[in-house]
């Protein structure tokens, strides 16, 4: 069992930056993907960034547009979600979430955490 908590979120302008961050614990290893998801108010929740626990290839939403960047801090056992360029439509709980390469469904989520950004 892999345990996840988020945190980062805040209020922030269109256009500022926010860092989030994922602390796991628990049975992680190298052949786990780390992912970050979004939802905003009555839509569905929709992936944003992922990487692998191991390094190596990430991947991202279309709509980031290069404005973000997941990485990873393993001396700390932490996934980060650096964001820049921040738009309102940004405004979301973001959930960090982890599940093992060879699974197709994310096992294992954070409680989120929420960021705003205002026009």
């Known amino acids: 069992q892999v345990q996840l908590v988020e945190s980062g979120g805040g209020l922030v302008q269109a256009g500022d930056s926010l860092r989030l961050s994922c602390t796991t614990s628990?049975?992680?290893?190298?052949?786990?993907?780390m992912g970050w998801f979004r939802q905003a108010p009555g839509k569905d929740r929709e992936f944003v960034a992922g990487?692998?626990?191991?390094?190596?290839?990430?991947s991202y939403a279309d709509f980031v547009e290069g404005r973000f960047t997941i990485s990873r801090e393993s001396a700390r056992n932490t996934v980060h979600l650096s964001m820049k360029s921040l738009r309102p439509q940004d405004t979301a709980v973001y959930y960090c979430a982890a599940k093992r390469v060879k699974d197709t469904r994310w096992s294992d989520w954070g409680q989120g955490t929420q960021v705003t950004v205002s026009a």
């Open positions: 990487t692998l626990w191991g390094g190596g290839t990430t």
């Open positions: 628990g049975r992680i290893h190298n052949f786990y993907a």
